[in-house]
T-cell receptor, first 115, second 112 residues
Framework: NAGVTQTPKFQVLKTGQSMTLQCAQDMNHEYMSWYRQDPGMGLRLIHYSVGAGITDQGEVPNGYNVSRSTTEDFPLRLLSAAPSQTSVYFC??????????????FGPGTRLTVL | DAKTTQPNSMESNEEEPVHLPCNHSTISGTDYIHWYRQLPSQGPEYVIHGLTSNVNNRMASLAIAEDRKSSTLILHRATLRDAAVYYCILRDHGAGSYQLTFGKGTKLSVIP
């Protein structure tokens, strides 16, 4: 299994540009999520999904959109990039919520810089 | 959400045991204690979790105080590869909440 994969690894955008960060998992996990990590900080939840067709907002959803058309993929869209969105973005997935099924598996991250 | 308190940083010599403390005085009865770690330039990875009893796995041991207001992650023999930021996280399994709330964690340095 490849686990959780993310593309691209690095991206530089200009203010106002839009782009999509890709996330895919091959573990047949129902739950997927996007976090952002700013320098020296912990991770903050942006959006999450509990299954295909179902998404919800996390702690910091403004400026981001998500959709979940398949179990495997969970793309994150930046609508109009702002310098405040400069961060490292991590995608994660888990089989369930509780106990060992709630263990989250993280991707390697996408480093985004907005100029 | 109940909060956790961890030291900002700790140091350990290679091949010695490391005890990483976490205080969670407002823990509720349905909160599980989870530990994740993040190696430099990587995503977090799961280490261990528990509710009341001490837990062991191939990576570490988790010692939970009898009143559950604190816990300790134990790495039995630190290696250079264990240098990472370690996060202690409370997760309410009863509430069905998905979110993991990460604090700043403890940055562990391992000295050769």
């Amino acid at each position: 299994n490849a686990g959780v994969t993310q593309t691209p690894k690095f991206q530089v955008l200009k203010t106002g540009q839009s782009m999509t960060l890709q996330c895919a998992q091959d573990m047949n996990h129902e739950y997927m999520s996007w976090y952002r990590q700013d320098p020296g900080m912990g991770l903050r939840l942006i959006h999450y999904s509990v299954g295909a067709g179902i998404t919800d907002q996390g702690e910091v959803p403004n400026g981001y959109n998500v959709s979940r058309s398949t179990t495997e993929d969970f793309p994150l869209r930046l609508l109009s990039a702002a310098p405040s969105q400069t961060s490292v973005y991590f995608c994660a997935s888990s089989f369930g919520l509780a106990g060992g099924q709630g263990t989250q598996y993280f991707g390697p991250g996408t480093r985004l810089t907005v100029l | 959400d109940a909060k956790t308190t961890q030291p900002n940083s700790m140091e350990s010599n290679e091949e010695e045991p490391v005890h990483l403390p976490c205080n969670h005085s407002t823990i509720s009865g349905t909160d599980y204690i989870h530990w994740y770690r993040q190696l430099p330039s990587q995503g977090p990875e799961y280490v261990i979790h528990g509710l009341t009893s001490n837990v062991n796995n191939r990576m570490a041991s988790l010692a939970i105080a009898e009143d559950r207001k604190s816990s300790t992650l134990i790495l039995h023999r630190a290696t250079l590869r264990d240098a990472a930021v370690y996060y202690c996280i409370l997760r309410d399994h009863g509430a069905g909440s998905y979110q993991l709330t990460f604090g700043k964690g403890t940055k562990l340095s391992v000295i050769p």
